[in-house]
């Protein structure tokens, strides 16, 4: 099973940047997608991104659009969450988790809209420990 290790978050300024890693390690698969989700104290699970492994066609969520912006490194097998001008409403644990084999890469594209639209966890089977940010003043 793949193993993901998240690291880079903090305590950060409102306005600031913050850039996360997920490193992953172990057997992969062909076509899947690494998404990162954040939760906040008494709030649901929010999923905040999404990358195809294959492709790297990136989504992100509305609620960050413009701000934050996701990458990947396949020689590193590390992805990236880069966070801009950050609130405090981006305060939370995040998470990130990489899916179920999907075969073929439209699929990968279709369950990032999806996770994206829904938040469905149902095909995401490794996860991170988490790294905790915090935007205060």
């Known amino acids: 099973q793949v193993q993901l290790v998240e690291s880079g978050g903090g305590l950060v300024q409102p306005g600031e940047s913050l850039r996360l890693s997920c490193a992953a390690s172990?057997?992969?698969?062909?076509?899947?997608?690494i998404s990162w989700f954040r939760q906040a104290p008494g709030k649901e699970r929010e999923a905040v991104s999404c990358i195809s492994n294959s492709d790297g066609e990136a989504y992100v969520a509305d609620s960050v659009k413009g701000r934050f912006a996701v990458s990947r490194d396949n020689v590193k097998n590390t992805v990236y969450l880069h966070m801009n001008s950050l609130k405090p409403e981006d305060t939370g644990v995040y998470y990130c988790?990489?899916?179920?084999?999907?075969?073929?890469?439209?699929?990968?594209?279709?369950?990032?809209?999806?996770?994206?639209?829904?938040?469905?966890?149902?095909?995401?089977?490794?996860w991170g420990q988490g790294t905790q940010v915090t935007v205060s003043t």
């Open positions: 172990g057997p992969t698969a062909d076509y899947y997608a």
């Open positions: 988790a990489t899916s179920n084999e999907q075969g073929i890469l439209p699929l990968v594209l279709e369950l990032c809209r999806q996770t994206l639209r829904q938040g469905d966890v149902s095909e995401y089977h490794s």
